[in-house]
């Protein structure tokens, strides 16, 4: 059951608070008081890859701060110019991995879908900003491929929905999708991941939490927050909700210079997860995404970090620090 207190407090539609998006830099910089530092912007349209954020994610940003946290996870700067070696355009071997059309299966037991390629927010240090969605989404109503792997295959007792991110499909879409999984009787788990309940929680309305809540899965939605000034209290509220629902939740972060890369930031990230009932899953090193090496830490200071999040945190609240290589069987711990 959902409370009513909750729909009630749902007045906007999260697709017209999507629509809304800021996606002219320099809109942004001044609406964060910051119009004298539009010469650090990545000059000329970035068209692959433009800067898209929601107004609510703007609003936790610190007014007339160039360094926000926030800030620097969205705005594309001129640091993502330049070819730097070992930096490329498929980093994880997604390509490589691709079992059929939007399907990437890597791991023993579980598979990827794809479940579309829009995100809510472009986040500059995404590893998939490179990635051919036009061409490998299993996009609604083209599920066939894709279905037909996960139902050949018995092995696969979970489907992770992932993309972009999947909670940009209409629920309605969703619930087509998870219609077809439910016939398929080896799979008994699905994970969405997803980064919108962060960056527009309004996402986790009455209808989702119904949807979610009603699937004849055990859930898991793993989030994606990297800094605790992004979880505010709608996104506490979201948590609950999703929780309810008979979600377990966790979350993955990335590790990032200038954003998240200090022993205080990653302590605090664990500590507010937790107020939303969230535990610390994976912290990610960085893929090396052509445009991002400027948010690179390396390994040992990566690992320096993780030392003091053990000395400060219960373990539980300490994340696996993890890399991902190209052909290894699972995410390598550091
Ligand atoms: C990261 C990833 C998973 C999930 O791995 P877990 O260790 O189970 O979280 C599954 N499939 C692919 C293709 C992935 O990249
Ligand atoms: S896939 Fe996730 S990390 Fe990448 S741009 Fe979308 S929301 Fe950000």
């Not at 972009?164 to 009787?185: M, N, Q, W, Y």
Request: charged share 20%; proline share 7%; glycine share 6%.
């Amino acid at each position: 059951m959902i409370p009513a207190n909750r729909v009630l407090a749902q007045p906007v539609r999260w697709q017209q608070l999507w629509r809304d998006a800021v996606t002219d830099p320099l809109e942004l910089l001044s609406l964060l008081d910051l119009s004298g530092h539009a010469a650090d912007l990545l000059p000329g349209a970035d068209s692959g890859f433009p800067l898209r954020v929601p107004r609510g994610f703007v609003a936790r940003m610190r007014r007339g701060d160039p360094a926000d946290p926030l800030l620097l996870q969205v705005l594309p700067q001129a640091a993502e110019l330049g070819e730097v070696p070992g930096f490329s355009h498929d980093t994880v071997g997604d390509i490589a991995a691709r079992a059929a059309k939007g399907v990437l299966h890597k791991y023993h037991g579980r598979a990827l879908l794809i479940a579309t390629g829009s995100c809510a927010v472009h986040c500059r240090y995404c590893f998939r900003r490179h990635f051919p969605y036009a061409e490998e989404t299993a996009a609604v109503n083209r599920w066939e491929q894709a279905l037909a792997h996960l139902r050949s295959d018995t092995s696969i007792g979970e489907v992770i929905l992932s993309g972009g991110d999947p909670l940009s499909l209409a629920t309605s879409k969703l619930a087509e999708l998870t219609d077809a999984l439910a016939t398929i009787p080896h799979i008994l788990r699905l994970r969405i991941h997803t980064r919108l309940p962060i960056v527009l929680p309004e996402r986790v309305d009455a209808e989702f939490t119904a949807w979610l809540g009603a699937l004849p899965f055990q859930r898991v939605v793993v989030l994606h927050a990297n800094h605790p000034n992004e979880i505010d209290g709608s996104v506490i509220a979201a948590c609950a909700a999703l929780r309810d629902a008979g979600a377990t939740l966790l979350n993955q972060a990335v590790l990032l210079r200038g954003v998240n890369d200090s022993a205080d930031a990653l302590c605090a990230l664990s500590e507010r997860l937790f107020d939303g009932g969230v535990l610390p899953y994976y912290l990610h090193q960085l893929d090396r995404v052509a445009g991002a090496a400027h948010f690179e830490i390396d390994d040992e200071r990566a690992l320096a970090l993780l030392r003091a999040l053990r000395e400060r945190l219960p373990g539980y609240l300490v994340p696996r620090l993890v890399r991902e290589i190209v052909g290894a069987p699972y995410k390598l711990p550091l």
